[in-house]
Structures are given as C-alpha cells and as structure tokens.
C-alpha cells in the first residue's frame, strides 16, 4: 500500500505570518523571471515576435489592412527572389532563421539530445544542451550551443552524423566558439557546386604575397595561400583537381611574374605535362626527377642558406623593398622526386634539399608549393614542415588525419567524401588555425593559360583574322 508522498515546495511549510511578510519579494522575483522569458523569447525569435507586434498593430488599428499588407508583402517577395535571388537569399536570412528555429531546432532539440546521449543525468535531475542562437544562410544552418558542465567537444564530433541526420542536414561539423559552448554547422547544400571562373588579370594591381586569392571559401570568402611565411602541400587523387591550385595560385601572383617581383621555379617529373604548359612562366624549368632536379634543389636551398646568412642581424624577414625577388619552387608530383626515384643517393639528395628549403626558407623569402597524390609518410616524410595543408578529393577516410593533421576528419573535414564532380574543392588547414576551411580554386582553362602567358612575358594575345577574310573599317569580319 506503499504510494509516493507527494513533495511540497519547501516554501508552502512557511508559517503564514512569513508567507505575508515575504510575497512582495516573491512577486518581484517571479516579475523579473517573466521578464527574463519574454526577452528571451525575443531574442532567439526576432522573428517572429516582430512580425507578431506589427501584425496586432496593424489589426487593431483596421483588421482589412492586414491581409492587405500580406498580399503585398508576398507578391514583393516573389519578384524580389525572381529578378535577384542572391540578395533576396542574403536579406532575408533573419526570416528564414525564424522559421527554421521554431519549425525544426526548438522541437526537436530536447528529444535528440537524449536520443543522442548528448544530456547528462544527477540525482534524478536531467541536464540538456542549451539551445542558444542560430543562424540560417541558405545553404547551412548554425547553431550555438551550451554545452553540459563535464561535456567535451569530441563527444559531440563522434555524434555530429547523428546529429545531421536528426535535422535533416547533409553534414554536421562541429567548432568550439568558447570554452563550454560549440558550433554546430549543419550543411544543407553545397555552395561550391559551381565552376568558379579566375578573375581578369590587371597589370598594375597590387599583390599581397601573405594573401593571394586563389578561390572562393564556401562562406563566400576569398581563398587566399599565405605564399610569404607558408609552404604548402597539395594532396588529391587523380582529377582531384591540383593543377587547378597551381594555376590558379600563379594567376594570382602573375603581376608579379610579370614585373620580376616573384621568381618560379618549377620541377614537373612527369614529363612536363602540367608545366610544360606555361614553360615562359619559370625562371627554371626541369622536367624529370634525376640529377638535374637534384641539383635544381640543390641550388634553391644554397641559395636560402646564404640569403639567409646574410640577412642575419639585419632584417628578421624578406620583403619587396629588398629588391631581390621571392622564390617560388613548384614541384608538381613530389612523390616522384622523393620517394619513387630508384636511385637511393639521388632520392636521399632531393629530400635533404627539400627539407632545406621547406624549413629554413620563410624568412629569407623561399616558398614551396608540393602537389602530391599519395600522402603517405612513407611517400612524404616530412609533411608537417609545410604550413598549409590542403587535402583535395582523397580515396580514404584514413588519409584526411594524414594530410591535414590528427583530429581534424572528426571536425568535419571529409576530404575523403569530396563528390568526383567537383574538383578543385578542397579541405584547408593551416598551423595555428584549429578549424579547417573549405574552398574551391578557380579553374583556369586552356584558353587561360594562353592569356597567363602572354600576360607575364608582355606578348599580345590579339587575334590575327584570317588572311582570305575581309577586312571592314580595320575589324576583321
Ligand atoms: N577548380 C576546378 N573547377 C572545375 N573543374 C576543375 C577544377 N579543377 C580541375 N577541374 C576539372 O577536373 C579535371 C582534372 O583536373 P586536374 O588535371 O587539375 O587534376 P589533377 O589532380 O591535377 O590530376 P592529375 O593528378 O591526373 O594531374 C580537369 O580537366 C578539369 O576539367
């Protein structure tokens, strides 16, 4: 007959005479806890509780104006989208967060936290995430998070497919913001579906050797290689799309090329087959992986030892005003040059330069920029002397740590998963930057190339008519 005693809060056991004495207190409390929770509200529902004031507005001032005002409100909405969805998409994302709040993250939150295991349990009383703000741009949703006191982040990154599941989203990465608060970023589409055309080259603009814009983040930001202070690797499959990296990083620097202010030079052991496109582009150009490389590296990492040397005491970095030019070494397939070549001396020679160079190069202004296929140690010993790591489409989920570093697949870094139909999306990591950055290179064409070329060596690209065409007023017809 044993029934559960029903538990009073311990205020109501008060005396009287200290319930009277009290209640003004009491009141002001729960005054103040309403308060709290109509601002809350508010803030994580701007919304529409905005919409909801002006909607009573409007009606008590003459009900027929509020369906009115919705007409006009909707048909303005649908030729804003229409005649420009970019804006409109930018604009109205307030709105959008709204609704994707109340309609998806507000009433679900509770039940896939305890689904997912993410809600802690003390003495009977449950603990949830909070729920704080969040933020829907067309493409991905973010959302801020408190998270349980004795939480870590790594609990929520082994849970973040789950998590993109629950809420519909394609994927789910995971960023710490603060100590005790995350970032969820569910991706809903992906923004860098579309092909990205370089921009026109200007002869007189001014380039940035720390940022060179080589691409588009999936923010909307540019891409940009930190080619003064960094040495970077780039690691993708077959059609991964590298050479788009490399163009797109030596038309951003073309400028430059072109006024002697960056010297190339350029090793491309297959044969000059990447290259060999744009031969007038490097000051040295070698075509294979034997001696002559070997001595081109050789070379570059005297001439870092002595620029270095004699920049000691004096300066602590390079910089234009030094007249001499920033090195920029390009090895297209660095697997061939350090580890498929058969001849062991040679082998061991290239990977000492390299080393060099890579190493003791930023200061004096020596840059590297290494494509690779195969990311392997035993392909690239020394892959944590590049500073910028960028992991192209990959074969397996095991390569992503490889590339870009220990822990940063469970961030959301899914090289691996790189759809085959977009090459040139990449996954950035750069030393000192815990999370890694998503982004796609422009794609220089062909055609690109050509006008690349003529750019840098001031050669006309004009296009001569055909001699058996007529001429009209000096254009060909
Ligand atoms: N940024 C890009 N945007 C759109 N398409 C691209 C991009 N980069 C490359 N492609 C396309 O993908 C194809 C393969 O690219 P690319 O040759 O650069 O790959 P790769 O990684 O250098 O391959 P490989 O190792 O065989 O040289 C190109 O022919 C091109 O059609």
Known sequence: MEVARPRLPWWTLLPGGVKLVLSPIALVVVAAWVVAK???VAWYYPTTVALGLVGVWVYSV????LG????????GSAVWWWRDSDGFHTRVRWVRTGVRRASVYAPQWRTVMRLASLDGKVRGREYLPTLRRTRSDWWRDTVHVRMV??????????????LAHAFGARSCRVRVTRPGALALDLVRSDPLATVLRVPALVEDAVVDLRRVTIGRTESGKPWRLKLLGGQHLVVGVQGAGKGSVLWSTLWGIAPLLRSGGVRLVGIDPKGGMELGQAPE??????FDNGPDAVEVLEGLAEDV??????????????????????TLLV???LADLI????????????????????????????????LVQDPRKEIVPFRNLFTTRTALRLDEAVQVDMVLGDGVRARGANAHDISEHTPGVAWVKEDGRREPVRARAFYPTDSDLVELRHFVTGTSAAIVPFPDREVRGGEAA
């Open 305 to 326: 030892r002595e620029r270095a040397g004699r920049y000691r005491g004096v300066r602590r970095w390079w910089s234009p005003e030094t007249d001499e030019p920033f």
């Open 149 to 162: 006191k004795g939480q870590a982040p790594e609990q929520w990154e082994v849970r973040a497919s789950g």
């Open 62 to 65: 003459n009900g027929w104006v």
């Open 68 to 75: 009115g005002l919705a007409l006009v409100v909707g048909v």
């Open 331 to 333: 090895v297209d397939e």
């Open 339 to 370: 580890a498929y070549q058969p001849d062991r001396k040679l082998r061991e020679r290239a990977q000492g330069a390299l080393q060099t160079i890579t190493s003791q190069g930023r200061a004096p202004g020596f840059g590297v920029l290494g």
């Open 38 to 40: 109509v601002v809350r």
């Open 281 to 286: 582009l490097f000051d040295r150009l070698v």
